[in-house]
């Protein structure tokens, strides 16, 4: 929530918001991955975003724009997925692990290029590879199949000893654009790693038009099974990862209906409903156990509450309207 806007945030821990009323929010990023979308032959990537938008329960979660584009102006298909942050809410579809991609574009050859885990509990993970074009073109101009192959070890951040993941891996491809592979790992136990890729061999004439660049586009980390984040509302994208997401980790945002609050009509008698009153945002704040003060709601002058919030809507007419 800086200079440039209303952006989300990637930064472990971060506090998730509390909102009262409506507002335009990011959120904190739960998981964000990519993956080879089916049927595309290796041409196209799927983005998967998970955002945890605020505590809930709240009213409703409306006009999503990302990247400051309303979803409805996004040229590509993108699947929206809601949770209002309810205590028994479902898991979203292709959110019931956590995975998280990390971007890396180094790449792959002779030399091998290590790549260390940002998670300390790994137990599986994904590698894109990615090559700008993959072909051999014989000498009369015709396109014939390319193949290279790589490797990937692994070894503990404290031991100087590799391990090989699995056999070497064959990419195969003939085309001049873009391609991109993506191979699963298991691994044997859940911690931290690095990893080691190497460009093995090359099958194929070093001549012009001979295209058999790789890099490490992307790697997925795996941890165990996530649950439904009960309490917080939350918003899941799946869309092409096309140039209109800026070739990365979208900004998303939406209108959120707040929080469901106590709404009082006299001392004794209230509604759990949305309000835009600032009484009954403040009388959940100071009673509430999760992220507020702790106040028990038998200590609190309910009369003083219904004093303020009469004076506010005096003051503001659009206080439970909006």
């Not at 400051?68 to 479902?90: C, K, L, N, W």
């Not at 014989?138 to 490797?151: A, C, F, I, W």
């Amino acid at each position: 929530y800086g200079f440039s806007g209303l952006q989300d945030t990637f930064v472990p821990g971060s506090p998730i918001a509390v909102t009262y009323g409506t507002h335009r929010q990011g959120g904190q990023v739960l998981m964000f991955y990519l993956e080879v979308a089916s049927g595309s032959e290796g041409k196209v990537l799927m983005l998967s975003e998970q955002l945890g938008i605020c505590h809930g329960p709240v009213a409703s979660i409306t006009a999503v724009e990302i990247n400051r584009v309303p979803i409805t102006d996004v040229s590509t298909a993108v699947t929206i997925q809601t949770r209002i942050g309810g205590t028994s809410q479902s898991i979203m579809d292709g959110f019931d692990r956590i995975k998280n991609s990390f971007a890396d574009g180094r790449e792959i050859s002779s030399e091998a290029i290590v790549y260390r885990s940002v998670s300390n509990a790994m137990e599986s993970f994904d590698v894109i590879i990615k090559a700008p074009g993959f072909v051999v073109f014989n000498d009369d101009g015709k396109k014939r199949e390319q193949r290279v192959t790589y490797s990937v070890e692994r070894k503990a951040p404290t031991s100087s000893a590799w391990t090989i993941v699995s056999s070497p891996v064959d990419l195969v491809g003939k085309t001049v654009d873009g391609l991109y592979w993506q191979h699963s790992y298991a691994l044997p136990s859940r911690a931290a790693y690095d990893f080691r890729f190497r460009k093995l061999t090359h099958k194929g004439k070093h001549k012009p038009g001979v295209q058999h660049t790789i890099a490490l586009h992307a790697l997925t980390e795996y941890q165990d099974v996530t649950g439904p984040h009960s309490g917080v509302a939350q918003i899941g994208i799946r869309a092409l990862a096309t140039a209109q997401m800026q070739g990365g980790r979208p900004n998303t945002t939406a209108l959120v209906h707040g929080k469901l609050v106590r709404v009082y009509t006299n001392a004794t008698s209230f509604t759990t409903e949305w309000s835009g009153n600032p009484a009954w945002g403040v009388f959940d704040y100071i009673t509430n156990s999760v992220y507020g003060m702790k106040i028990p709601v038998t200590d609190m002058d309910i009369q003083s509450f219904l004093d303020f919030a009469t004076l506010s809507d005096s003051l503001c007419n659009i206080c439970g309207d909006t």
